[in-house]
């Protein structure tokens, strides 16, 4: 499974840019891929995404960088080494619709399997499994990404989103939760609660 971040600069697949993307296999996690973009003219960027993803609108239009459809090429060559490119992430569908859809944008088909692996339903699974009851506040999942890294023993304190080091923390909490192991040597000072583990 290839765990994906992106960044974007916004969440309307339709009107947004890419902006970079992050990946890592779950199964040979010393493979990994990282990748930024200049936006494609005419993309809408919402104003918070500054802020949110550390680019400035300058380094968003830095003609320096690859376009989006050269980086979306260079992402797609990657995946060709793996026998499983199943898409895996923390809220993986917006990442998947955006991939899928600058791929069709940019002439390359239908690279990607619409079939996903999203993180906050394995939490949401194991947490209900463990606790006979789903963790919710006011009607609402509480397992976002922060709150379910809390849940495997971990912290995210970061203001800032980098594609790359949210498929990382993706792909450990999914490790823990699957297999009730530890994935990556830079989160190994986090212990893994003993409920996770097998």
């Known amino acids: ?12 697949v339709t009107e947004c840019s890419l902006l970079s993307i992050g990946a890592i296999c779950l ?4 493979k990994t891929f990282y990748g930024e973009c200049r936006i494609w003219e005419g993309a ?23 376009t989006v459809k050269e980086l979306l090429g260079k992402y797609i060559e990657w995946t060709q080494q793996f026998e499983d490119r199943t898409h895996g992430g923390s809220s993986v569908g917006f990442d ?7 791929a069709q944008r940019w002439g390359f088909g239908t690279p990607f399997s619409y079939r996903v692996v999203d993180l906050h339903a394995l939490a949401y699974v ?26 495997v023993g971990m912290e ?43």
């Open 27 to 30: 199964e040979e996690p010393e």
């Open 44 to 66: 809408i960027i919402n104003e918070e995404v500054p802020e949110i993803t550390g680019f400035s609108i300058e380094a968003m239009q830095d003609p320096n960088k690859p």
């Open 126 to 151: 194991k947490y209900l499994k463990l606790n006979g009851k789903p963790y919710v506040v006011d009607g609402k999942s509480k397992l976002g990404l922060r709150g379910t890294l809390e849940f």
């Open 156 to 198: 995210d304190n970061r203001k800032i989103h980098n594609a790359l080091e949210d498929a990382k923390l993706t792909a450990e909490a999914m490790s823990r939760i699957i297999y009730g192991q530890n994935l990556l040597p830079e989160y190994k000072q986090y212990d893994i609660p003993d409920f996770l583990k097998d």
């Open 96 to 102: 998947a619709f955006l991939l899928e859809n600058e």
């Open 1 to 12: 499974m290839i765990i994906v971040d992106v960044e974007a600069t916004g969440l309307n």
